[in-house]
């Protein structure tokens, strides 16, 4: 019988060449989302799932996740001081949302390494779920808990996904369903290509940065081929034990922002700014009065 999933790994490590020159002193996934840094947004989305424990795979630069759920007795206590406790409530909520453990990625060598770099804190019969630092659903169950269900059902690992356009498709890793196997948010995978041409892609399914693994894929993206660029890749580690292990794909429901763009991360700002009582009347008077 497989453990229920109680981990979340986060890679964390890169660089964030997207978004420079900001990232050149701070984190990419530092960067806020009105308010709220985008890991922020991630971590509660695995806690609010089940999780109990965030492992962030950071590296050099990185020190200000740290510090963002950790306690700041200096903060804390000028909040208590201007009695400002709304403020001092949510700030002490960040730091106890979950266990957090910290590794060190000390070179870029893809995001299949970031993993290796947590392989000893997974038990040798623990799944797990992984969250990449980009992707925000905006859903009622959050996304990652949509994969937990899923995995509950076919004990299996499973990649989430969603339907992209075919014009975008080649920005995207594809999963390929196996024949007969449409459930209408669940497939059996045969294969996965990484960034295909609109005339090769096996199908619309774009890989969103989150996934529910077990062990098996730490080994599997050691001995798998790696990528052009000499890095290791998660997705080569779901190819090679694709052949030996069932692997689903699942589709996410809800609304996806890719942060990692100007673009996506711009669409969540004003989404979830709009969303707000304090902010979305003004924005929207504003947006009504810059555009009528």
Known sequence: MKK???KAIFPAAGFGTR?????KAMPKEMLPIVDKPVIQYLVEEAVQSGIEEIIIITGRGK??????????FELEHTLVENQKLNLLKEVRGIENLAKFVYVRQNRPLGDGHALLCARELINDDEPFAVLFGDDIIDSKIPAIKQLMEAYEKTKSMIIGVQEVHMSDISSYGVVDPAPNTDTNDMFLLRGMVEKPSPKSAPSNLGIIGKYICTPEIFGAIEKAEKSRDGELRLIDGFRYV???????AKKISGTRYD???KIGFLKATIDFALKRDD???????????KYK
């Open 4 to 6: 229920r999933i109680r």
């Open 19 to 23: 978004f420079l020159p900001f990232t």
């Open 63 to 72: 020190r200000a996740i740290e510090d963002h759920f950790d306690t700041s």
């Open 242 to 248: 694709i052949g030996s292990h069932k692997i689903y």
């Open 259 to 261: 942060t990692g763009g």
């Open 279 to 289: 902010l979305g009347p003004a924005l929207r008077k504003h947006l009504r009065e």
